[in-house]
């Protein structure tokens, strides 16, 4: 926290006041889209907007920080941040990404205070597109203005749990991560990580207790999940997201399941498809201990 208190000192010296505030970036009676992209290992300093922004990625993957959390996005993930809040992006890898601007007088009745990561529906995907394309003085009445006012519309926020990857600062751990992220059904061991890293077995299995607050076993299921969470949301069928990513069979995947999120994945996705207006929920802790 003391991090981003000093980082916010100095945007705060250092920076005119239409740049702390965002004034000179368009009008805040608009919501506005902006199409960003960074190469891996890219940043973007820690910032504040006088309006909540929706951070939407259309590839590769993307580290967001805020002073209550961190997150890593992927192209199935949206982040809501409210008006006024210190953030930070990172590119785990070379990202392109969407920066959606929504003045207060937009939020949804349901809009959360602190930052949220969310599901992007296929609707929500295609309106942020549409309004990409607009000049920032677009006509609220005419065709983009119609795009946007369906934006706030579209956002819920999950009812049932979710599975938040823990942030990764070494390199290694980095670079395990990014070639599961690609294909979650690599099932190469801790030793063939190790040898794919150059380091040790034991020295990557402390990283992983120190950094992920787990043994390997258990954050690559917890990475598995959270990848198998939007797959079950839209419908797919249980046996398909199980291999999918990377289980063995539906029914160690279904163990699995209950043992992080307390219910079965056919639950799950009955849950979050019944849900129109999802209220908050905690996000399960990583289990203690790690199966063999």
């Known amino acids: 926290m003391s991090r981003f208190a000093s980082s916010a000192n100095r ?8 740049e702390r505030h965002g004034l000179n970036r368009s009008p805040s009676f608009r919501i506005m889209v902006h199409p960003s992209a960074l190469q891996a290992g890219g940043a973007v300093a820690i910032s504040v907007r006088p309006y909540a922004q929706l951070f939407l990625i259309e ?7 805020v002073p209550s959390g961190k997150w890593t996005l992927r192209q199935t993930d949206a982040m809501w941040v409210p008006a006024f809040t210190f953030y930070e992006l990172a590119a785990e ?19 959360p205070d602190d930052s949220r990561l969310t599901r992007i529906s296929p609707l929500l995907r295609e309106l942020v597109r549409q309004l990409a394309k607009a000049p920032a003085d677009y006509d609220p009445n005419g065709h983009f203005g119609r795009v946007a006012s369906l934006i706030p519309e579209t956002l819920q926020w999950p009812a049932v749990p979710e599975i938040p990857l823990p942030h990764l600062e070494d390199e290694r751990l980095h670079r395990i991560q990014q070639a599961l992220l690609a294909d979650p059904s690599d099932r190469r061991t801790l030793q063939q990580w190790a040898d794919f890293t150059h380091t040790s077995c034991r020295t990557l299995a402390r990283l992983f207790q120190k950094e992920a607050g787990a043994c390997f076993c258990d954050w690559r299921n917890q990475l598995r999940l959270s990848i198998a969470l939007p797959m079950l949301a839209q419908g797919d069928p249980v046996t398909s997201v199980a291999y999918s990513v990377g289980f063995e069979s539906p029914g160690t995947f279904t163990t699995m399941f209950r043992r ?10 009955a849950r979050t498809r019944q849900t129109n207006n999802p209220g908050t929920a905690d996000a399960p802790g990583i289990p203690n201990g790690c199966d063999a």
């Open 11 to 18: 945007i705060a010296q250092s920076d005119t006041g239409e």
């Open 260 to 269: 992080f999120m307390n219910m079965n994945p056919s639950q799950y996705a």
């Open 93 to 111: 890898s070379a990202v392109t990404f969407y920066a959606v601007e929504l003045p207060h007088r937009f939020h949804p009745g349901s809009a």
């Open 59 to 65: 590839s590769g993957v993307l580290r967001l920080a």
